[in-house]
């Protein structure tokens, strides 16, 4: 069984819109989180450990899936055929930005690293994240949110490269505890973005009734 079927009726300026949007979003996503990520104020920290954060050990080798985050881009342009397709999970992953910049700077969240010697690999992959991310920016975690959101889109389009979307997506998740990116809070706030997001924006029937529900409202 073949996982993907290359669409080729479509002429080369679509995909090059769909190439264009996701550049768009991930560019807004990756330099909106790093602006955020120098801007949280280091003087007033909050702490949402739990005993399970604690009982997690760090894994270096973890840090391997962590990055596979940035994979996804490549995931949502071959398996989302349509350019409204790839519009409304663009606008889910600007979303999960928008909701989870503000609380980054009104409720900063610190997580606690450990020192990582640089033996293996694993251990250098792991202290450049810890070089270029901060140690803000945790609640809601951004990197939950976003993998999630996309696991959700091409499950959607398709249900047999969707539950490898999933699994990956719970792998990443799973990484943000074992490399000490993130708390357990974290993860599970992600995770309730993600859904919340995906129903709102990406999902036309929950956005149907959303929008017609506050019209009648108003």
């Known amino acids: 069984m073949s996982f993907y079927?290359?669409?080729?009726t479509y002429p080369r300026e679509y995909y090059i819109r769909k190439y264009l949007i996701f550049a768009f979003v991930y560019a807004f996503h990756g330099f909106g989180y790093m602006y955020v990520n120098s801007q949280v104020r280091t003087d007033r920290l909050y702490d949402v450990s739990l005993a399970i954060d604690r009982a997690i050990?760090?894994?270096p080798e973890w840090s391997w899936i962590y990055e596979m985050l940035f994979i996804f881009p490549i995931f949502l342009v071959i398996f989302l055929e349509t350019v409204?397709?790839?519009?409304?999970?663009g606008f889910a992953i600007i979303m999960c930005d928008m909701v989870a910049y503000p609380i980054f700077l009104m409720f900063p969240v610190m997580s606690v690293r450990p020192e990582v010697p640089m033996n293996t690999?694993?251990?250098v992959i792991l202290n450049f994240i810890y070089y270029v991310d901060l140690p803000t920016n945790c609640f809601p975690s951004l990197h939950v949110a976003v993998s999630m959101v996309s696991a959700f889109a091409i499950y959607n389009k398709t249900r047999l490269n969707g539950i490898w979307a999933i699994i990956?997506?719970?792998l990443i998740s799973l990484s943000t505890l074992f490399t000490k990116q993130h708390y357990f809070l974290d993860v599970i706030s992600g995770l309730l973005l993600a859904t919340f997001t995906y129903?709102?924006?990406?999902?036309?029937a929950y956005q149907e009734k959303i929008f017609k529900r506050f019209a009648h409202q108003n």
Do not use: C, Q
């Not at 079927?5 to 080729?8: A, I, Q, R, T, Y």
């Not at 409204?84 to 999970?89: A, D, G, S």
């Open 5 to 8: 079927k290359p669409v080729n």
């Open 57 to 59: 050990p760090l894994i």
């Open 84 to 89: 409204e397709e790839v519009k409304r999970v």
């Open 121 to 123: 690999a694993s251990e």
């Open 168 to 170: 990956l997506g719970i």
């Open 199 to 204: 129903y709102a924006f990406y999902v036309e």
